[in-house]
């Protein structure tokens, strides 16, 4: 009986000539994987590149032009991929200077892989992949990956507002529970480290069996403190600088965002990140603002099969964590609107179940809903206006 022998995924490419020279990256904190596939050559090849030094890779690129002229007689262009990972957007926003190179960035889940339990995975059999899913996308089948849209440092950097504030907020929160902690393991339950009076409290504590705090507990609380109003400070100035992009008009302040401030039961916190996360980018239909907000279904429709498996979660994870929280207070702020109408509806016809999965489908509608607002002007039937 004949043996087949496994199959590896490094496999010869079938030479097509689309135009260009395809290069996939492959970037790590030490060095860069260059795999390029040349028009009339039938492998794929592979250089290795410092971390971070762009000279060699521009070196390596007009290398592999120079040697496609020589057996085509013509010189190409190349077209570059590479996954959104830890590298962010700089390097493809330098290769999108060069009227010669044509740069994309991947998300990388959006590729399709084996699904073996256990399968081979190096960054050569990596980089082979990139091209092959570069080449199927740019021979029109949208479906072979998604590209991600290469933002401009302005936009990269107003999204910094929104995303420092809630790392302060976190940090903010570890320390009040560590300094309650510390109290309340000595018999402490109303001590409030937020409150203005906190270092005057902090004097005239005293423990569960009637002791002032011992020496080094308070020095250690002390210190705690410090570190607290640093971080209360910071997150004042970070408010400062959201108000000053959102808040206070002025002919930089973007109109969508002001259009939201106009909501009522939105503030300048959701307004910022509802503009800076998402919709200041353009979208076609309602299908890619749900999907890139991560709060599109996950049907699993096969043969008899027919159920949902929930939200995809595969977009932004603060937009849609923002979209959620939003969804219960439009129910507060909003009682009157259609959206608010939907949703008592539903859970009533529910005898009030299912108020989780309601809520998160409440979400999706009210972000399209609030994406026609600001890029159409289509007012969302119901909802009440702070300036009415």
């Known amino acids: 009986m ?57 070196s390596c690129f007009d290398a592999l032009r120079q040697k496609a002229q020589r057996r085509k007689e013509r010189l190409y262009p190349l077209v570059v991929i590479q996954e959104a990972g830890l590298d962010g957007f700089w390097l493809g926003r330098m290769l999108s200077k060069e009227a010669w190179i044509e740069s994309h960035i991947v998300e990388a ?41 290469l933002l401009s440092p302005e936009e990269d950097d107003n999204r910094r507002i929104g995303r ?111 503009y800076t996360e998402g919709l200041f980018r353009h979208f076609d239909n309602r299908r890619q603002i749900a999907s890139y907000a991560g709060l599109a279904p996950s049907p699993w429709q096969s043969g008899n099969v027919n159920r949902e498996q929930g939200v995809s979660k595969a977009g932004n994870p603060r937009l849609r964590a923002t979209m959620v929280k939003l969804a219960w207070l439009w129910l507060r702020h909003q009682p009157k609107s259609t959206l608010t109408l939907w949703f008592k509806e539903r859970i009533a016809r529910n005898a009030g179940r299912l108020k989780t999965p309601m809520i998160v489908a409440l979400a999706r509608k009210l972000l399209v809903a609030l994406w026609k607002y600001v890029s159409s002007g289509v007012v969302i039937e119901g909802a009440i206006m702070k300036n009415a």
């Open 2 to 58: 004949p043996i087949t022998a496994d199959q590896t995924q490094a496999q010869t490419t079938t030479p097509v000539d689309l135009g260009a020279i395809f290069i996939s990256l492959e970037l790590s904190k030490s060095t860069w994987l260059v795999t390029a596939l040349s028009p009339g050559s039938e492998k794929m090849s592979r250089h290795t590149v410092t971390g971070g030094d762009i000279a060699s890779l521009f």
């Open 109 to 149: 889940a959006s590729i399709a892989m084996p699904r073996r339990h256990r399968r081979a995975k190096t960054d050569r059999i990596d980089g082979e992949t990139l091209i092959r899913a570069l080449m199927a996308w740019k021979r029109g089948e949208p479906r072979a990956c998604s590209m991600v849209k």
């Open 164 to 274: 420092e504030r809630k790392t302060l907020i976190a940090e903010r929160v570890f320390h009040v529970n560590r300094i309650k902690g510390l109290l309340f393991t000595q018999g402490i339950r109303d001590y409030q480290p937020v409150n203005r009076d906190r270092r005057q409290r902090l004097d005239e504590l005293r423990t569960g069996d009637g002791r002032p705090l011992s020496k080094h507990l308070k020095a250690e609380i002390c210190r705690e403190l410090d570190r607290l109003e640093l971080l209360l400070t910071q997150i004042k100035a970070v408010e400062v600088e959201r108000d000053a992009l959102i808040v206070q008009e002025t002919p930089e302040t973007p109109k969508e965002a002001t259009a939201l401030l106009g909501i009522k039961g939105i503030g300048p916190e959701f307004a910022t990140i509802l």
